[in-house]
């Protein structure tokens, strides 16, 4: 049987954890664990902080990830991300974007909402350019 957290989520031994303060989710660390998909679920995690799903399966994420409206790092390198939710304009606290190593060919132009990102990494991926939303000031 799998160890379980404080939250009571089930947590697969190896690179996994997720974090809990006052029976919310503060923070998912889901690395290398064979994740194709995110539920739709994910966007009522709202307490979210950190998420870092890098080396899965992911080629898409689900547009309710815009509800995750505390998030300020998000880690999904090494994936298959084709294309991002044009929700992802709605996370605004983000300060930390990592999207290295994936088969991006674009970026929605809604990337430009996010004032306070100060780290975007979108290395190895197949961007001709970036939208030129990214640096508008507000």
């Known amino acids: 049987m799998a160890p379980k957290d404080l939250c009571g989520w089930e947590v697969k031994a190896g690179s996994q954890a997720i974090y809990c303060s006052g029976g919310r989710v503060d923070w998912i660390y889901l690395e290398n664990c064979g994740l194709a ?11 979210l902080t950190r998420l870092d799903l890098s080396s899965n399966l992911l080629t898409s994420l689900p547009a309710s990830i815009g509800g995750l409206t505390a998030l300020t790092t998000a880690v999904l390198k090494n994936n298959g991300l084709v294309l991002l939710p044009d929700s992802i304009g709605d996370l605004t606290a983000l300060q930390g ?3 290295s190593s994936n088969g991006l060919t674009s970026l929605p132009t809604s990337i430009g909402k996010l004032r306070g990102l100060k780290e975007l990494d979108v290395r190895d ?13 507000a």
């Open 37 to 47: 998909s995110l539920h739709a679920s994910i966007g009522n995690l709202t307490a």
């Open 97 to 99: 974007l990592g999207l």
């Open 125 to 137: 991926n197949y961007l001709g350019s970036l939208p030129d939303t990214i640096g508008d000031s």
